[in-house]
């Protein structure tokens, strides 16, 4: 995945776009004298910041950039690409290219649902679970479309990984599992 300078630029006017929004609401609300809003929306605030710091822990910067490049994607078609976690993947055991290829052809996926299934959301929630790092994609929307992941899936089993999918909700599961040997980490 190579990024260029005008797509950081996008990406880093989007960061702070979403920035100066929130700060304009917040201002709004305290002008009204509408505290409790101003304080909702601070807390929303707080939360975005904080799952975006989050993402920036991840021991792979390409994998950041990718996520971040992605949610731009799904914003621009009046998307979103909500991403949630608590992980740094320090003890991922696959390689920052393979597992990059991998979210690459996950979140293409999805970002093919999302256009054909209208403006819905989509929830990207990455946990440490023991032995596994799970990225659990979810649907927001009311109906989970439909999608051929046997490619992701093969693609996932190739490098040690796993895809599991719940139809029903349009959740997937990725779950990677842990160790100490990255063939071809820095």
Not at 30 to 46: C, I, P, T, Y
Not at 121 to 129: A, G, I, Q, S, Y
Not at 157 to 165: P, V
Request: charged share 25%.
């Amino acid at each position: 995945m190579n990024f260029n300078e005008k797509e950081m630029v996008k990406l880093l006017r989007r960061m702070n776009h979403d920035f100066l929004n929130h700060f304009q609401v917040i201002a709004g609300y305290l002008q009204l004298g509408r505290s409790n809003q101003a304080m909702a929306h601070l807390k929303e605030a707080v939360d975005d910041v904080t799952a975006r710091h989050n993402l920036f822990r991840w021991i792979y910067p390409t994998a950041v950039l990718l996520v971040l490049s992605w949610q731009l994607k799904f914003f621009e078609k009046a998307k979103n690409l909500i991403v949630q976690g608590n992980t740094d993947l320090q003890e991922i055991s696959v390689a920052e290219d393979l597992l990059v290829d991998l979210l690459s052809s996950l979140l293409h996926g999805m970002y093919a649902i999302s256009t054909a299934a209208g403006g819905e959301d989509w929830l990207l929630k990455v946990e440490d679970r023991g032995t596994d790092y799970v990225f659990e994609i979810e649907y927001l929307g009311k109906t989970a479309p439909e999608y051929d992941w046997s490619s992701v899936s093969s693609k996932a089993e190739g490098i040690g990984c796993r895809l599991e999918r719940e139809p029903e909700k349009g959740t997937k599961r990725l779950i990677c599992p842990k160790g100490i040997s990255r063939p071809g980490a820095e």
